[in-house]
C-alpha cells in the first residue's frame, strides 16, 4: 500500500508542479504534513543532498524521499511516480504545441503560470528560511534564555556562501557546499 501510496503523491507533484525541481516543494511540504513521511528539517536536507548530487532536483528529491519511506523500491516508484506525468503531458503538449504554438491563450496562460510558479516556490523558500534561521521557540517567547530570535551562525554561513557566489562566480557549488559542511561541522549548527 505505500508504494501505491508513494506514487500517486509524487505522479500529483510531477502533474501539478510547474516551473521545474523548485516548483515541487510545496507539495513536498504539504506532503510532509500529509503524510509524516519526512519534517521540515528532513525536507531541508534533501534540497542539501538533492542540490549537491548531478541530476535534476524534482527527481533527486524524489528519490530521497521515496527511499526515507520506503527504501530502494520507494526510491523507484516514488521517481516513477515524478516522472510519468512528465512525460504523458509532453507527448500529449507536443501535439497540441505544434497546432497552437502561436496562440495568444497558449502564450497567456504560460505567463501567467511563471509568477504562479514562483510565487509558491517563494513561499516554501520563506518557510525554509524560517526553519532554518530563526529560533522560533525564542520568537514565539518560550525560550527565556535564548538572547535572540536569529540563529547567528546558521545566518552568518548562509550570508557568507551567498557573498561567496556573488564575489567568486567562477567557483563551482560544490565548494559552496563543502564549505557549508566544514562549518557546520567546526561551529556545531
Given amino acids: 500500500m505505500i508504494y501505491l501510496q508513494l506514487f500517486f503523491e509524487f ?5 501539478f508542479a510547474v516551473g521545474g525541481g ?6 513536498l511540504q504539504e506532503m510532509s504534513a500529509k503524510t509524516g513521511w519526512f519534517t521540515l528539517g528532513e ?4 534540497i542539501a543532498v538533492s542540490e549537491s548530487t548531478p541530476g535534476p532536483i524534482g527527481v533527486n528529491m524524489a528519490t530521497y524521499a521515496g527511499f526515507t519511506t520506503a527504501g530502494v523500491p520507494g526510491a523507484l516508484i516514488a521517481t516513477l511516480g515524478l516522472i510519468t506525468p512528465s512525460i504523458i503531458v509532453i507527448l500529449i503538449v507536443v501535439g497540441f504545441l505544434k497546432k497552437f ?5 497558449v502564450k497567456a496562460a504560460f505567463d501567467g503560470l511563471r509568477p504562479a510558479s514562483t510565487a509558491l516556490i517563494g ?4 518557510g525554509l528560511f524560517v526553519a532554518n534561521f530563526l529560533d522560533l521557540g525564542a520568537w514565539m517567547g518560550l525560550s527565556a534564555e535564548s538572547l535572540s530570535v536569529l540563529k547567528w551562525k546558521e545566518l552568518l554561513l548562509g ?3 551567498f557573498a561567496g557566489t556573488k564575489i567568486w562566480k567562477k567557483l563551482h557549488p560544490a565548494v559552496f ?12 549548527l
Avoid at 523548485?22 to 507539495?27: E, G
Avoid at 564549505?179 to 561551529?187: E, N, S, T, W
Wanted: hydrophobic share 60%; charged share 10%.
Fill in 159 to 161: 550570508a557568507a556562501v
Fill in 101 to 105: 504554438k502561436d496562440s495568444p491563450y
Fill in 22 to 27: 523548485l516548483a515541487t516543494l510545496p507539495f
Fill in 43 to 46: 525536507l531541508t536536507d534533501m
Fill in 123 to 126: 513561499a516554501v523558500l520563506l
Fill in 11 to 15: 505522479f500529483k507533484t510531477g502533474l
Fill in 177 to 188: 557546499l563543502l564549505f557549508g559542511a566544514i562549518m557546520g561541522i567546526v561551529f556545531q
